[in-house]
Structures are given as C-alpha cells and as structure tokens.
C-alpha cells in the first residue's frame, strides 16, 4: 500500500503531546508545526530534481536543483494550514491553495465553501495537507476538486489517519501516497478517531 507512518521517535514524541487533552493551544500549534517540519524531510525526498552545475571557490561542481515549477501545498481549512506553515518553513518556495471544507456534524459529509489555487496547478506536483483524516470524505471531496482542475500528481500529508480513513482513500486512489505522522484504529460514532486527538481545528485555533 502507498502508506507511510512516520514512526519516529521525535515524532512520536510530540504526538503524544499534541494528543494530551491538557495541552494549550498555543503548544498544540507550535508542535503541530515542528512535526510537520520533520515530516518534511520523508516527504520532499518526492520532489524531482535536475543536475546543476555550479563553480565552488575551489573548483567545479555537479549539484542539484529542485525541478520546476514547484509544488504547491495545498491546505484544507482550517487545520490543513498549520501543515503548510511547517512543510514551508523547510521550502519556502512551494505556491500555496486552499480548499474550505468542514464536516456536516450530523451526516458526516463533506461540505466545501471555498477553493483557490495558483493558475498552473495542472502543472505541479502537489501535496494536500490536513492534520486529520477520519472517514477520508475531506481528502476525497478534495481530491475531487484537485482532479477537476486537472491535477493529478497529488501526495496526501496527515498527523493521524485512522485505517478506515486510509483503507476509503486508498480503495478509491490507489496511486496517491499518504504520509502520516501516526495512525490509529478507530472511528467513533461522532466520526472522531480514537483514541486520536479531538477536533484538529478548534485545538489549534481555540475555538
Ligand atoms: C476536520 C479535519 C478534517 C476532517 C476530517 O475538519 O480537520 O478536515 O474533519 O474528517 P473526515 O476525514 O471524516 O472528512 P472539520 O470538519 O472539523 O473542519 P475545521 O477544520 O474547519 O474545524
């Protein structure tokens, strides 16, 4: 399967503060961020490369340059946003789109209020950043929308997946790859995973 868990010992680490209920807003927002960061060096080993010929100043040398044009992060809101922050903090050339999406609490579908992306996003690679993935219907809806803009070259970035979430994604998309920083087992009767984090959102934002 296309799935990567991150499973490293920093990561893990924050995770299980960013997962502790007692945990403020403002740490939850800044360690969601340095995992995203740290997420970043698995992640971009993806991106296309050219050689580049430079000189040091001692002699010449064969390096490498991204390939352009560079990918695009995609942030599904609001939570998707603070993955950006950090994937950008390493890659601060990347362009950047949004999709306004959030769950119906009742039936638990996707609901979009807003899509912008840069013009030639058929062009780049992108990444779709959202620090949960429950049911999947958000990454879903999303990838609908991406595809309907004639991109197809797109990665999923997450901080907790939960399997039935991958499984609904992967059966549909079988050719994206998921990055997670952990995943978990459950799905509540709310659509929350368990034992997971709560509402990504309203931890980071406070609301
Ligand atoms: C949360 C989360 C994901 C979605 C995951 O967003 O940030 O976008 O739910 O659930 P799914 O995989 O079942 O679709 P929410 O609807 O709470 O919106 P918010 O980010 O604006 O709080």
New binding site residues.
Partial sequence: MNVTVLDHPLINHYMTIIRNKNTSSSEFKSLAKKVSVLMGFEVFKELLVNNHKIETPIENYRGIKIHEPYPCLVS?????SIIVDGLSEIFPYCSTGYI????DEKS?R?QTYFEKFPKNISKRKVFLC????????????SIQILNSYDCNDISIVTLLS?EI?IKNVVTKYPNYRIYTAQKDFD?NDK?FIVPGLG????RL?D?
Wanted: net charge neutral; hydrophobic share 40%; no cysteine.
């Fill in positions: 599904i809101l609001r939570a998707g306004g999406i959030f769950r638990l996707p959202d620090p949960m993935l429950a049911t999947g219907g958000s990454i879903i809806k939960s979430g799905l659509g509402d990504a959102g309203d934002y609301t």
